[in-house]
Structure formats: structure tokens, C-alpha cells
């Protein structure tokens, strides 16, 4: 600020050039020294592992939500149906059903944690809590693919609706500010 005086030098490190007030008063040399994260980040090589794991992180996400929407499809029909008829009816109460979920397997694991006995038990709590949650969103993209997709006539729970949904669900979630709400909400849309 203008009214910042400093006997001596100013040195600091930081990605961005201070704002320094013209009418401060400063006594000694102002050195800037860039952080060493961004002279990495500014290699071309690390730039590209940086790009290549997120492209990775991204189709490993949309191939395993796809294979496990197939899964669902073939071998569960009829547990499928009545999960989406469910959520179709009360898509509130499926709501509330996850985030209790949400908030009561985290918790009753870290208890679990608290004695010996209980500890595998809690670590299998945990490892099936974030399966579950990660495969969960399968229902919400065909409940919205089903409603969306059944003007046109397409199959309900069909392959392609699976995949048209998909693509939508990674676009929508895509969104700044937006798309963490949607995958939120569909991972917490539980029926």
C-alpha cells in the first residue's frame, strides 16, 4: 500500500509480480522470484504428463461408467427398472437416501476404525462405499438419458442411451462452477 515503508530489501517468491503502491517506500532492492512449481509446470514435458493424465483420468472414468452401465443393463434388468422407477417417482426421497448414505458409511467406518476387530471391516467399508458411489451415477444417466431420449423413440436402457447419456453427463460436469453440482447430485441420487 502507499503507506508500506520497508527498511531494507524485499524479496519474495510467488507465480504472479507483487502489486506494489508507487508511493510505498521501500528502502533497499525488490527481487521477485517465480515459485518453482510454475518453472515446472512451464516444461514442456511436465506440461504434457499433466495433460496426458488428465486425458487418461477422463477415459478411464468414461470407460469404466460405461462398462459397468453395461453390466447393469445385461445382468440386472429388472433391478434396474425398479431403481429407476424409484427414482422416477421420488427422486427426492433418492436424494436424501444418498446423502444419508453420504455422510452415515464414512462415519460408521472411521467407529469401525476405532478397534481392532473392526478395522478390516472398515477398510471394506470404505473400498465398497467409493464403488459404490462412483458406480451409482449409471442410474442417474439413464434416468436423465430415459426422459430425455424417449421423445425419440430411443430404447430405455438401451446401449445407446447409455452412451448418449454418458457423453451429456462428462459435458455437463464439464461446466465450471456448474459441473460439480451435476456430479454431485448424481452421485448422490440414490435408489
Not at 470404505?126 to 430415459?146: H, M, P, R
Amino acid at each position: 500500500l502507499s503507506s508500506a515503508v520497508i527498511k531494507g530489501d524485499l524479496t519474495y517468491k510467488s507465480n504472479d509480480i507483487a502489486s506494489i503502491d508507487p508511493q510505498a517506500k521501500i528502502e533497499g532492492n525488490v527481487s521477485y522470484h517465480r515459485s518453482i512449481v510454475h518453472d515446472l509446470m512451464n516444461i514442456p514435458v511436465v506440461r504434457g504428463v499433466v495433460i496426458g493424465s488428465k486425458i487418461a483420468t477422463f477415459l478411464m472414468n468414461f470407460f469404466y461408467t460405461f462398462v459397468m452401465g453395461v453390466i447393469i443393463i445385461r445382468l440386472f434388468p429388472r433391478k434396474l427398472a425398479r431403481a429407476l422407477i424409484a427414482l422416477q417417482e421420488d427422486p427426492l426421497r433418492a436424494f436424501w437416501y444418498g446423502l444419508v448414505l453420504l455422510v452415515l458409511a464414512p462415519l460408521t467406518a472411521l467407529v469401525l476404525l476405532a478397534s481392532v476387530i473392526g478395522a478390516p471391516f472398515a477398510l471394506t467399508l470404505i473400498a465398497l462405499n467409493i464403488v459404490s458411489f462412483y458406480t451409482v451415477k449409471v442410474f442417474s444417466i439413464l434416468w436423465v438419458a430415459n426422459n430425455l431420449f424417449s421423445r425419440w423413440n430411443w430404447k430405455k436402457n438401451g446401449l445407446l442411451t447409455l452412451f448418449s447419456g454418458q457423453i451429456l453427463y462428462c459435458i455437463a460436469s464439464a461446466i465450471p462452477f456448474v459441473g460439480p453440482f451435476i456430479a454431485f447430485l448424481s452421485m448422490v441420487l440414490v435408489s
